[in-house]
T-cell receptor
């Protein structure tokens, strides 16, 4: 699986958009981009994933560049509850349906008042 | 709405002791996983089970064994615990087949300290 590079930490003001970047220059054609977050010491929580196209759900938007070598997770109106470690992961979805996600160190996002 | 349930939530062991971490999911998922997370680090995959009856090694399998008891349950065993295995252990599951998005659902974690 391709590796990802994320900033170690970021800050964001409450109510503003949080834009979290991720580089995955060695991504292959069948690999998806996944984003998870981990609040304090809880289990990671799925946010969103995409292959080529931009994606949006109730939590966030995912923007993937045309060459797929980088992506950005956007939290449109960050709240204090969004303070967490955010993981960008690239992984292929195996035909058997399992998904062997390899987590890196992630980006520690601090949302402040 | 139990999701993924892990037991125990906390455990303290002495070096050389053995123990089993239990994980059960009620979402009818085919695939299950065990991860460990050391302080300040990301998660590392220990073992996974793509489907009932199969298990495979992940990134850091040494010192661990697993059993996929049935579709619901996936246990992780430490035969002879070492201080280096002090960590938080997370179990996860995912759906396969139609409707599979690759999303993993995680338990709340089991905090293990080996003295």
């Amino acid at each position: 699986d391709a590796k990802t590079t994320q900033p170690t930490s970021m800050d964001c003001a409450e109510g503003r958009a949080a834009n979290l970047p991720c580089n995955h220059s060695t991504i292959s054609g069948n690999e998806y981009v996944y984003w998870y977050r981990q609040i304090h010491s809880q289990g990671p929580q799925y946010i969103i994933h995409g292959l080529k196209n931009n994606e949006t759900n109730e939590m966030a938007s995912l923007i993937i560049t045309e060459d797929r070598k980088s992506s950005t997770l956007i939290l449109p109106h960050a709240t204090l509850r969004d303070t967490a470690v955010y993981y960008c992961i690239v992984s292929s979805m195996f035909s058997g349906g399992y998904n062997k996600l390899i987590f890196g160190a992630g980006t520690r996002l601090a949302v402040h008042p | 709405n139990a999701g993924v349930t892990q037991t125990p939530k906390f455990q303290v062991l002495k070096t050389g002791q053995s123990m089993t971490l239990q994980c059960a999911q009620d979402m009818n998922h085919n695939s299950m996983y065990w991860y460990r997370q050391d302080p300040g680090m990301g998660l590392r995959l220990i073992y996974y089970s793509a489907s009932e009856g199969t298990t495979d090694k992940g990134e850091v399998p040494n010192g661990y064994n697993v059993s996929r008891l049935n579709k619901r349950e996936f246990s992780l065993r430490l035969e002879s615990a070492a201080p280096s295995q002090t960590s938080v252990y997370f179990c996860a599951s995912s759906l396969s087949g139609a409707g599979n998005t690759g999303e993993l659902f995680f338990g709340e974690g089991s905090r293990l300290t080996v003295l």
